[in-house]
């Protein structure tokens, strides 16, 4: 018989207990998916068909809440483009009509006829 200092270092290190672990290793690689499948049979069934069953309410209800906010959108955008622009258009346009006509006044009558209301009394004449 020899000793394992006669041996070369290759027989040493690879006893055949590592060997056979080795081939144990190789043969339980799975995937990821594999994994989390086998990690599900740990629950009950009814404890995975509940959070199925939540899980694919919550994904309607998101459907749902982006068509609604989708149509809310577009009622709301085209009601106001519809209802409130033109107003503020005329009122813009009004100003600048008024204001328009006060700088024509400034220009023909001088500064102080741009200022409306009544003009102030003459300090002479009381």
């Known amino acids: 018989m020899s000793s394992p200092s006669d041996l070369p270092l290759e027989t040493v290190a690879r006893s055949p207990s590592i060997e056979e672990e080795d081939e144990d290793d190789e043969e339980l690689e799975e995937t990821l ?12 069934e009814s ?3 509940a ?35 033109p107003v ?3 009122t813009e346009k009004l100003q600048m009509e008024q204001q ?16 409306s209301g009544p003009l102030p009394p003459l300090p002479g004449k009381a």
């Open 100 to 115: 328009q006509q006060l700088q024509q006044r400034q220009i023909l009558l001088g500064p102080s006829t741009g200022m």
């Open 47 to 49: 404890l995975r068909t």
């Open 51 to 85: 959070a199925g069953a939540s899980m694919d309410l919550s994904i309607c209800a998101a459907k749902k809440f982006y068509s609604f906010s989708r149509s809310a959108l577009w009622i709301g955008t085209t009601s106001f483009m519809i209802l409130v622009l």
């Open 33 to 44: 998916s594999e994994r989390l499948w086998g990690l599900t049979e740990m629950f009950p």
């Open 88 to 90: 503020v258009f005329e």
